[in-house]
């Protein structure tokens, strides 16, 4: 197989490297492209969001029904018996279908009335195309992005769904909760609910949103929807708020002294329910308060047996409740004492004894998890880790309670069962996920949460677990590579080929489509600081604020942009940098993905598909080199033959042969490979194309290569006279004397050429770093031999004299005189340094300048702590929205402004006038 395969059949690539370069940027055309998939829609229902199917929905909530709230805690009941979800559908199982994507807005939501009409009546809906663009093919992909309308300051709807559309899924919540407030304050319920459904498929863990949106409902009569939200809102939040509030809402739909034993039964179950769910939680002792009333306020009934069955519900709350840490744990202990006693006091004695172990257990605990969670911010809204102060320390803090309940404090697994509670390790196992349950409400947007409780599922065996949660997290960070590759690497295991690729192909989608949206976003800020420029200046002002503009020097006479629109073109610049940038790193996500994409194909279906993927991803235009060397390795190590690696990379050379870091990666397998003839011949034609600063990397290489393992010595010598012609900074001797190291171990020792130069010399062989690396502590011998440099520097400048005005206080004059002895004891230090010295550089000998001789304590140019400390407490400047200055504004104001040359004749002058 590896004899036929040729990366560029269609191109007559030598198996050698010629020294003669090709210019031609043809590539060849390869046949059959990976798609790389988007995530399939729900088709269920307009407004699906996580974990809700309308499908059940008719099933629970039947118009037949005597009650909505009695259809529906039966069934969440025995879903929580049976440990399953009740609104999990078929498609739950593919990938990604743990949160759907946002619903899009309506088409006619943005104009309403007289006051939302638009200037332009062209249609600005963009096509939906099914298919997803392939990674070789982003053309498709920039012709989904929207195009927004120009609309009138007055349409405030529909300026709010242009910024919502332009977020996408970094819209912010308090941006729709606007929307829905504008909806609702015209009577656009329908609209309204759009929108809370959109905001909940972004934020499906807020539940103060699903409470506003179960409140909308019940005001304006609509209950059965309103029951169909709390059957939702309870499945997708473990919130304590959105439980209470579903609780009373059963109780207010069910009432007990009209519906009599009905009622009572579906209240009943809905606590049980609601205790299943959040009973454990150490803020639950309110709930369980309400429990217990609520079973006390009950009648007795008609018999003694049915007195009897309520004393017992009675006791196995209270034993339940007494071995859970709690808030009012005490309090409630005390009330099961004193109704133990109330009943038996024989019998009282025996039921107290076996569970006062466990109340102690857990009143001991109580304490403790208090003070753990106490710092918690349970009910924020999910927002992107910025890695503040603030965000680090929740982090930390939700760690520490997640690593407390994993450590059983409780003694759920030990011998003697002193928690109290039935399952074991299953008691403990459920504590744990609850814990980072509740976690992931507020951090939902960090991956680490959700890799964590992956692994935690993993290492108790618990795959579909594993699994569910790691496509949930991904459903949440569509763009995390973190959790889309462990997820893949799952699938893989567990032999789901098709949901492994499928992890894959999104990803590099998502990517692909950051990528559109920063350039998009890019050219939108550029044209917009564009057309800022003042019209004064015409077309020339036009022309110098193209990319390759440089006329920004010149008098004011002859400049073609006047000094006000400076800025904005320096603003210009700056933006197009900086999206520059933006775009070379998400590039090399990209290709990291598609390498990995093409490593796992090779694993799962063989080579051939392999080179497949190789042949599709190299062909977008965002691919980087890595693609290339990736392949070529990975055709050397499976055939352990050069000959397809080599064309590979010949392949790759013709896009990146301007790249120093590919030809470096080339260079390094033709010399791992012994192929000294091509390698001289690649680095010939490679290095006249490169600066020098990036050909500097090559040269070290090669020159190393050629001192170790070379013929000839006058290949050496050649080298070194080119280096030192396009290096005459670095040291002779630090070039020569790298020949002669070996592990970081030079037998040319700091004796013969001194601590500088030897410094730069060790510095060479572990990296080439700087030889002005701050970072770099100067060691004892160094500290002795820059000490007599300093001594040698104030012998003259008289330092005999500086000694005597030391051991006494200075005068006035001496501390005028003072800067001047500086830089003349600066100068001397200068010339004896040199003189000591003389091969080392330039940049050596004023690193020994600037410290007076001696290592400095504080490097040069680094903050102190206490600066740092100051820097890490302020906010960001992007949270700053309050009054913002226009800089340019004030600068165009001024300039505009004029001012007369004499003062007006009613002007007061007299503060001007000397007494």
């Not at 598909?609 to 965002?622: E, G, I």
Request: aromatic letters at 8%; hydrophobic letters at 35%.
């Amino acid at each position: 197989m590896s004899d036929e395969y040729d990366p560029a059949a269609d191109i007559d690539v030598p198996t050698y490297a010629p020294i003669a370069s090709d210019d031609s940027d043809e590539e060849p055309t390869d046949a059959g492209n990976v798609q790389f998939l988007e995530p399939e829609r729900p088709e269920t229902s307009e407004y699906t969001t996580a974990g809700s199917s309308t499908n059940e929905s008719s099933d629970i909530f039947g118009e037949n029904q005597q009650s909505p709230a009695i259809s529906l805690i039966p069934s969440l009941l025995a879903a929580s018996r049976a440990g399953i979800t009740t609104s999990r559908s078929p498609a739950a199982d593919s990938p990604h279908s743990a949160t759907p994507q946002p619903v899009s807005a309506p088409e006619e939501s943005g104009s309403d009335d007289d006051d939302e009409t638009s200037l332009s009546d062209d249609s600005d809906s963009s096509t939906s195309d099914d298919s997803t663009p392939s990674i070789a093919d982003p053309a498709t992909l920039a012709n989904t992005a929207p195009r927004l309308r120009k609309r009138l300051p007055k349409d405030t709807i529909g300026l709010l769904e242009d910024r919502l559309k332009r977020d996408g899924n970094h819209a912010t919540l308090a941006l729709f909760n606007e929307l829905i407030n504008e909806y609702m304050r015209r009577g656009k319920l329908d609209l309204a609910r759009d929108a809370y459904e959109r905001s909940l498929a972004l934020y499906p863990t807020v539940a103060s949103q699903w409470i506003a949106y179960a409140d909308m409902e019940q005001n304006s009569g609509e209950f059965t929807k309103a029951e169909e939200i709390f059957k939702r809102a309870v499945e997708a939040v473990t919130n304590l708020k959105v439980w209470q509030q579903y609780l009373t809402y059963v109780r207010r739909r069910n009432n007990v002294t009209t519906d009599g034993e009905v009622a009572y039964r579906t209240i009943l179950q809905a606590f049980e329910l609601v205790m299943g769910k959040v009973g454990i939680d150490v803020r639950s002792g309110r709930i369980w308060r309400e429990y217990i009333d609520f079973v006390k306020s009950s009648s007795d009934g008609k018999s003694t047996w049915e007195a009897q069955q309520k004393m017992d519900l009675l006791r196995k709350l209270y034993q339940r409740v007494v071995c859970i840490p709690v808030e009012n744990l005490e309090h409630l202990w005390q009330e099961y004492n004193a109704f133990e006693n109330s009943l038996n006091k024989t019998t009282a004695r025996k039921f107290l004894s076996d569970r006062a172990p466990a109340y102690m257990t857990a009143r001991s605990c109580l304490k403790e998890l208090q003070q753990i969670s106490g710092h918690l911010n349970r009910d924020t809204v999910p927002t992107r880790p910025r890695w503040r102060e603030h965000d680090i320390s929740q982090v930390t803090f939700w760690n520490r309670w997640i690593s407390w309940e994993r450590k059983d404090p409780l003694g759920f697994t030990s011998e003697d069962g002193k928690g109290g509670m039935p399952g074991g390790k299953a008691q403990v196992i459920e504590r744990v996920i609850y814990a980072y349950k509740q976690a992931l409400q507020p951090l939902r947007y960090y991956p680490q949460m959700w890799f964590d409780l992956a692994e935690y599922c993993a290492s108790l065996d618990m795959s579909d677990d594993q699994m569910k949660f790691l496509r949930e997290g991904v459903a949440a960070n569509v763009g995390s590579c973190l959790l889309n590759f462990r997820l893949a690497e799952v699938y893989e295991i567990v032999k789901k080929r098709d949901d492994a690729k499928s992890t894959y192909q999104t990803l590099s989608a998502s990517i692909l489509k950051e990528i559109n949206n920063v350039e998009t976003l890019g050219e939108e800020r550029v044209n917009i600081l564009k057309k800022s420029i003042s019209s004064e200046t015409g077309d020339d002002a036009k022309k110098a604020a193209a990319p390759d503009n440089e006329n920004f020097d010149g008098d004011d006479s002859t400049s073609i942009v006047s000094r006000r629109d400076r800025g904005t073109l320096n603003r210009i610049k700056k933006t197009e940098e900086r999206n520059k940038k933006h775009v070379a790193e998400l590039s090399k996500d990209l290709t990291l993905c598609s390498t990995m994409f093409m490593r796992a194909t090779k694993r799962m279906e063989g080579l051939k598909a392999a080179r497949q993927v190789f042949s599709d991803a190299r062909k977008s235009p965002y691919a980087t080199h890595h693609i290339f060397v990736a392949s070529a390795l990975m055709e050397y190590h499976h055939n352990n033959s050069p000959e397809i690696a080599s064309k590979i990379f010949e392949l790759g050379l013709r896009k990146f042969a301007d790249s120093a870091a590919f030809v470096e990666q080339y260079l390094d397998f033709l010399l791992v490979t012994n192929d000294d003839t091509n390698a001289r011949a690649l680095f010939e034609r490679t290095v006249s194309r490169l600066s020098p600063q990036d050909a500097e990397p090559l040269f070290k290489k090669f020159y190393a290569y050629e001192a170790a393992y070379g013929s000839e010595l006058s290949i050496v010598s050649k080298l070194e006279s080119r280096m030192l012609e396009l290096y005459p900074s670095t040291s002779p001797i630090a070039r020569f004397a790298g020949r002669y190291t070996l592990g970081g171990h030079c037998v040319i020792d700091k004796q013969e050429v001194g601590p500088l130069v030897y410094k730069e010399i060790t510095q060479d062989e572990q990296g080439r770093l700087g030889v002005n690396e701050s970072n770099q502590e100067i060691s004892d011998d160094e500290d002795f031999f820059q000490n007599q440099i300093l001594l040698a520097a104030k012998s003259d400048v008289g330092a005999s004299t500086s000694k005597k005005r030391h051991s006494r206080k200075r005068t006035r004059d001496e501390l005028k005189d003072e800067s001047r002895k500086r830089s003349r004891k600066r100068e001397a230090q200068e010339l004896v340094t040199s003189s000591l010295y003389p091969d080392a550089s330039s940049s050596v000998r004023s690193e020994v300048d600037r410290n007076g001789g001696f290592s400095s304590s504080q490097p040069s140019g680094v903050l102190t702590d206490g600066i740092l400390r100051l820097l890490s407490a302020l906010p960001p400047a992007a949270t700053y929205n309050a009054v913002s200055f226009d800089v340019d504004g004030v600068m165009r104001l001024i300039g505009n402004t004029a001012i007369p040359s004499v003062p007006p004749p009613t002007a007061d002058l007299s503060r001007f006038r000397r007494s």
